[in-house]
């Protein structure tokens, strides 16, 4: 079962996140960071990028790795998750951005006709993030239907990165970051699978809001089924759920787990 977390807020929940990788990178200076866009992710990267800055982290060796792209968008575009780890995560942190890696590099707004290219894509993502040792700390955001990065509802368990369709409610959704218009919005993604996320070492979900409180339910007290893709989090073995008191309104043992938050050892971190 993963731990639940339940904050105040989008801070709280940010700076023990921040508290988090921040030792984490004291400890491996070359830890692999896997990374996500959205909403939900940004307090904890502005805490990230604050403790590493006052705490004079050396950040030169770490690796990030992005869970998805857009499929069609130029890596200039500004809503491509190329150009938007780089706004919201590289940039801040000071990271080496040749040592950041977003799934659609390597494609570049190429088209869906090009079949080949785009199929190799994925299992080269997978092995390089291989190569790397693997995922130390991967953050993850939820969508309303219980996404995980791209994998949406009816998503195999076991899959890698590879191309998916994206849901209509998924480009309703973000339909907000291109000038509210769904027509902009792409109709295809590359997304890490839930089998490749749930190879990093430690998870962390983040959610906020009442928007979010079904899909959290059905994460963490539903059954484990591809039609809640977040629902796989309760086969990790180090699964942290940071959520406000919104997003845990539908939770029904929302008093123990935060019971047995404050009864936990300090040194066991999270």
């Not at 959704?173 to 295809?188: E, K, L, Y």
């Not at 699964?239 to 019971?259: F, G, N, P, Q, V």
Request: charged share 20%.
């Amino acid at each position: 079962m993963a731990e639940v977390i339940i904050v105040r807020n989008e801070e709280e929940a940010g700076e023990i996140y921040g508290r988090c990788v921040a030792d984490l990178i004291k400890a491996k200076p070359d830890a692999v960071l896997g990374l996500a866009t959205g909403s939900s992710p940004l307090a904890a990267y502005r805490a990230l990028a604050k403790i590493v800055h006052e705490e004079h982290i050396d950040v030169s060796k770490v690796r990030g790795f992005a869970l998805d792209e857009y499929l069609g968008l130029p890596l200039t575009h500004p809503e491509s998750y190329h150009s938007t780890i780089h706004r919201t995560v590289v940039e801040p942190l000071g990271l080496d951005p040749e040592k950041v890696h977003v799934p659609g590099d390597v494609l570049n707004g190429a088209p869906l006709e090009d079949g080949d290219k785009i199929a190799a894509a994925g299992p080269a993502y997978d092995a390089a993030i291989e190569a790397a040792g693997g995922i130390d700390v991967q953050i993850l955001g939820i969508g309303t239907d219980g996404h995980i990065g791209f994998n949406e509802p009816g998503s195999s368990l076991a899959s890698g990165t590879r191309v998916k369709t994206l849901a209509e409610q998924t480009r309703i959704d973000n339909a907000r970051f291109f000038d509210n218009d769904i027509n902009q919005v792409p109709t295809h993604c590359i997304t890490q699978g839930i089998g490749t996320v749930l190879k990093a070492r430690h998870l962390v979900l983040l959610a906020f809001g009442s928007g979010k409180a079904e899909a959290i339910e059905e994460t963490v007290e539903g059954g484990v089924s591809a039609f809640c893709p977040a629902s796989a989090l309760q086969l990790h073995p180090h699964a942290t759920i940071i959520i406000d008191e919104e997003a845990a309104s539908r939770l029904r043992h929302k008093d123990y787990y935060r019971y047995a938050f404050a009864h936990k050892p300090a040194w066991q971190g999270i």
